[in-house]
């Protein structure tokens, strides 16, 4: 056990980011896929006269991935905390690769009727189910072999790897979208992106296998059994629910200015499709830079200051910020809004990880930030497509969807001064 424990030191610690990291990219490449390619799977799967129903239908099976995250975070989230970090997160992948697998080979509706929706529903659901525990088993595990006093740091590079996923899933739809045809791209195109996630999954395990368990996690005399992880879980609820709350911030605004950006730019605001997805490039590289940059400043000045900051900045700004895009659509002002968005969310972002992991309780850690990421995902992150689309709907205010941004805002805003004034004070946060 000695010798083990030892093992991660001898590996660098570049490699070990670069490892566990690999398969998170793969995973939210996968995930945020359906989002860029909404239109095309709407007509493929959910073919109707009304275009706002099609596309509906298409947000709501997206969004119901984000309903089986909590599932997911609660039971494999718990296995990871009892099993280990390293296997934990090679169940995640596979479960990850399966429902990827299947949405991929799923025939048109025009082929196999209401089989095809069905099909995909249950590739959203796996998916879901799967990425419920991958961030936060991922953030754990940088988190628990980062070095002293870089925890923010090491932490945030699990957000950077989901931009690199971003980054890579919105060149392959540009290239796609000046390479083929419109109706190609309706009928075949949008798998092409699906299945080289699908060609690159034996690379990913062989990655995740070759990932040693962090030291923490291997000295650690005492581990809870499942029912153990229940019951702490229900015990620490409100820490859970407040957490949710902080998370709420983050989850919503990187759906607004990755996965939903796509969808606004082109039915919105009227934009075409290529500068829509260089637009969402550009965020994903601007996202990967500032995540670290608020890790790294959250190391120095402390988390608290950071979220309460740019949340507060999100709730001022959104709505002037996207009423003065809807007055003027254009592709650099698209750029200018949501490179400032981009900014708000990767510092907040990179303190709140971090943050997330020091306040759940050490035995439940994968368990309890999994639960209240995947809560807020849920809840906030992933039906920001369907409600933006619906609140532009009933309101014809282009910058409606600024409104669930401030929400959020909010909601992360008073989590931060409720939860840090409790830890300040050691009040005890339970149910």
């Known amino acids: 056990m000695h010798g083990q424990s030892l093992a991660p030191k001898q590996k660098s610690k570049a490699g070990m980011v670069f490892r566990v990291t690999s398969g998170n990219f793969l995973e939210q490449f996968d995930f945020f896929l359906f989002g860029f390619y909404a ?49 934990g997160l090679i169940v995640t992948l596979a479960i990850m690769a399966s429902g990827t697998l299947l949405i991929v080979l799923v025939p048109g509706y025009s082929s196999i009727g209401l089989w095809a929706p069905a099909l995909v529903l249950l590739g959203r659901l796996l998916q879901g189910f799967s990425a419920g525990a991958e961030m936060g088993g991922v953030s754990v595990y940088l988190a628990e072999m980062a070095t002293p006093g870089r925890k923010g740091f090491f932490a945030s590079w699990q957000s950077a790897s989901q931009q690199v996923a971003i980054v890579v899933a919105a060149a392959l739809g540009y290239g796609l979208n000046s390479w083929l045809a419109p109706a190609e791209l309706m009928q075949w195109g949008w798998r092409v992106p699906f ?58 605004a990187f759906y607004m200015i ?30 990967f830079f500032w995540l670290p940059i608020g890790g790294a400043l959250s190391d120095r000045v402390g988390r608290k200051p ?53 306040i759940m309780p050490v035995e439940v850690r994968v368990a309890g930030f999994s639960l209240a990421y995947s809560l807020a995902t849920a809840i906030f992150g992933g039906f920001t497509p369907a409600v933006s689309t619906w609140l532009i709907h009933v309101s014809a205010d282009k910058a409606a969807p600024a409104y669930w941004m401030m929400f959020a805002a909010l909601c992360a805003f008073t989590a931060t001064l409720v939860l840090y004034r409790r830890l300040a004070t050691r009040t005890p946060v339970a149910a």
């Not at 620490?236 to 709350?245: D, F, P, R, S, T």
């Not at 606004?264 to 550009?282: P, R, Y």
């Open 39 to 87: 239109a095309q799977i709407a007509a493929a799967f959910f073919p109707s006269t009304n275009e706002f129903a099609s596309l509906m239908m298409t947000f709501a099976v997206f969004g119901a991935g984000f309903l089986m995250r909590p599932l997911g975070a609660i039971i494999l989230g718990a296995y990871i905390d009892d099993v280990g970090r390293r296997k």
């Open 195 to 252: 299945a080289v996630g699908c060609l690159i999954i034996p690379f990913i395990f062989l990655l995740r296998r070759s990932l040693q368990e962090t030291e923490e996690f291997s000295t650690r005399k005492q581990r809870p059994t499942m029912k153990a992880v229940f019951a702490t879980l229900y015990s620490n609820a409100a820490i859970v629910i407040l957490g949710m709350l902080m998370v709420a911030m983050t989850t919503t």
């Open 258 to 287: 990755t996965v939903y950006a796509p969808t606004f730019g082109k039915t919105v605001l009227q934009l075409s499709t290529g500068d829509a997805l260089i637009v969402t490039l550009l965020v994903g590289v601007s996202n």
């Open 306 to 358: 950071l979220l309460a900051a740019m949340s507060l900045l999100t709730l001022i700004t959104a709505y002037p910020a996207l009423s003065f895009l809807a007055q003027a659509p254009s592709f650099a002002h698209m750029l200018e809004v949501l490179l400032w968005f981009s900014f708000l969310y990767g510092i907040y972002n990179g303190a709140m990880i971090p943050a997330l992991t020091e």
